[in-house]
């Protein structure tokens, strides 16, 4: 997440990917950088036991709604409670 927020305050669209057993831990982890409007790509858990092939399938789920984010078209996949993107001034809160 330190590199997702300093890429996206720098101006660079930002797909930040986590598993779906680790959102809580990256909305905690964004709130605390100062950036809980960036909405992290969710993709299904686990990766860690999944082969090569299966990793690269996942991959190719993810990436349209990857290519969304970075063309500004999507801001990710929302959380909850979490409107807009980037930072709160930003996101205008």
Known sequence: MHDATSLEASG???AAIV???FL???RLQLEALGMPGL???VIAHPLSTLTDEQIAQRAAEAAPQVRR???GQEPGVA???V???GSARESGR
């Open 69 to 71: 984010v970075w063309l």
């Open 83 to 85: 409107a807009g993107r």
């Open 12 to 14: 660079l669209p930002t």
């Open 19 to 21: 598993t779906a057993e």
């Open 79 to 81: 959380p909850a409670g």
């Open 39 to 41: 909405r992290p790509v």
């Open 24 to 26: 809580q831990e990256a």
